[in-house]
Antibody, heavy 119, light 110 residues
Framework: EVQLVESGGGLVQPGGSLRLSCAAS????????MSWVRQAPGKGLEWVSV???????YYADSVKGRFTISRDNSKNTLYLQMNSLRAEDTAVYYC?????????????WGQGTMVTVSS | QSALTQPASVSGSPGQSITISCTGT?????????VSWYQQHPGKAPKLMIY???NRPSGVSNRFSGSKSGNTASLTISGLQAEDEADYYC??????????FGGGTKLTVL
């Protein structure tokens, strides 16, 4: 079965760090364009970051310099390292596969993991 | 990159057709034929309904269709059903080589 399963969310203080994981099954992470998308409580979707199959990475301006996307090919897993967290980073974080090659068509989504930044 | 503009809400009765608009600029919607639409029910992950402006993924009902004119894309749902009640988001590829989402539209089936 093709699926994505996120983990690693939780409560963290402002300025803290957290690493999210996204384990894939049924397809190969390294052969696809993979993104993180977040959704603040009661708000809309916001694209966060992408890693291309070739390894190039891009970030939304709101997280540039603080978040790092990466993958472990041996574990078929995507990661999002989040540093210097702010209250406005509070959201459900989804990982998603972009099946048309980085053009924003996300056909597989995880169930999401909640990140709460609060003191 | 600014979010694409969608109406906050639309509504329709069962069996009717509704259209949700998604307005951007020449740097996103108007510049590329890479507009997608997502359906999201409360507490669930988004589901891809349309990609590349008008293509439907396998398994998506043909009651859902997409189009584009200039800087505005549209999602039309025909034969409205109760289970269509959800939030809908558009997204577009941009000149920054990244995607941008719309603010979302809440569809109410009366």
């Amino acid at each position: 079965e093709v699926q994505l399963v996120e983990s690693g969310g939780g409560l963290v203080q402002p300025g803290g760090s957290l690493r999210l994981s996204c384990a894939a099954s049924g397809f190969t992470v390294s052969s696809n364009y993979m993104s993180w998308v977040r959704q603040a409580p009661g708000k809309g979707l916001e694209w966060v970051s992408v890693i291309y199959s070739g390894g190039s990475t891009y970030y939304a301006d709101s997280v540039k310099g603080r978040f790092t996307i990466s993958r472990d090919n041996s574990k078929n897993t995507l990661y999002l390292q989040m540093n210097s967290l702010r209250a406005e980073d509070t959201a459900v974080y989804y990982c998603a596969r972009d099946f048309v090659g980085g053009l924003g068509a996300f056909d597989i989504w995880g169930q999401g993991t909640m990140v709460t930044v609060s003191s | 990159q600014s979010a694409l503009t969608q109406p906050a809400s639309v509504s329709g009765s069962p069996g009717q057709s509704i259209t949700i608009s998604c307005t951007g600029t020449s740097s996103d919607v108007g510049g590329y034929n890479y507009v997608s639409w997502y359906q999201q029910h409360p507490g669930k992950a988004p589901k891809l309904m349309i990609y590349d402006v008008s293509n439907r993924p396998s398994g998506v009902s043909n009651r859902f269709s997409g189009s584009k004119s200039g800087n505005t894309a549209s999602l039309t749902i025909s034969g409205l059903q109760a289970e269509d009640e959800a939030d809908y988001y558009c997204s577009s590829y941009t000149s920054s080589s990244t995607p941008v989402f719309g603010g979302g539209t809440k569809l109410t089936v009366l």
